[in-house]
């Protein structure tokens, strides 16, 4: 069964350092998104990418935040500086459709980078 | 904004007892999905619900979309220690973006 995959699974930085999150979303899927949880909470929206350039963004998607696909299978997520709240485990997701009014096109994850800010 | 509430937030079960959580929406929702995620996991889809009122059933688990399209819920019949972990519903807010509860977490009680 296709799956996005995910890179690192885990990352210890300092504060104020940049990290960089990777993504592969399924080969043919169009719409990518990257979502966050704090340890025990629930899912957070962060951003949508659809035709190479952010569909949505959430407020917790400020200017410390940035997206990219850089080739035809990456799906990157930047932190420029990161700050000790931005601990959390990153999940990638893609669907074919969006989810629109017509019905949700099913959003399959990736295992998650777990970002761990000292 | 669209806020999408999830009681409880735990649920502590015996195994073999049954288990429901339940999602109420702000707004009327074109569709809810349901996902579950193991400890230590990441959300896997479960079902969609689409139409007012519909049931659907997936072995022991029935998921129920209200007739107002703004509830839903999730029950397992005879909890097993493979259904631990936390389930989540979750609805549209746009055509690009899910709005998530907060997920009720079973336990089962050893």
């Known amino acids: 069964e296709p799956e996005v995959t995910q890179t690192p699974s885990h990352q210890v930085t300092q504060m104020g350092q940049e990290v960089i999150l990777r993504c592969v979303p399924i080969?043919?899927?169009?719409?990518f998104y990257w979502y966050r949880q704090i340890l025990g909470q629930k899912v957070e929206f962060l951003v949508s990418?659809?035709?190479?350039?952010?569909?949505?963004k959430s407020e917790i998607f400020d200017d410390q935040f940035s997206v990219e696909r850089p080739d035809g299978s990456n799906f990157t997520l930047k932190i420029r500086s990161t700050k000790l709240e931005d601990s959390a485990m990153y999940f990638c997701a893609s669907n074919q459709r969006g989810q629109g009014a017509n019905g949700a096109n099913v959003l399959t994850f990736g295992a998650g980078s777990r970002l761990t800010v000292l | 904004g669209q806020q999408v509430m999830q009681i409880p937030q735990y649920q502590h079960v015996q195994e073999g007892e049954d288990f429901t959580t339940y999602c109420n929406s702000s707004t009327t929702l074109s569709n809810i999905q349901w996902y579950k995620q193991r400890p230590g996991g990441h959300p896997v889809f479960l079902i969609q619900?689409?139409?007012s009122g519909e049931v659907k059933k997936q072995k022991r688990l029935t998921f129920q979309f209200g007739e107002a399209k703004k509830n839903s819920s999730l029950h397992i019949t005879a909890t097993q220690t493979t259904d631990v972990g936390t389930y989540f519903c979750a609805g549209p807010g746009s055509n690009y973006q899910l709005i998530w509860g907060a997920g009720t977490k079973l336990i089962i009680k050893p």
């Open positions: 990418f659809y035709n190479n350039e952010i569909s949505e």
């Open positions: 619900l689409v139409k």
């Open positions: 080969s043919n899927h169009l719409y």
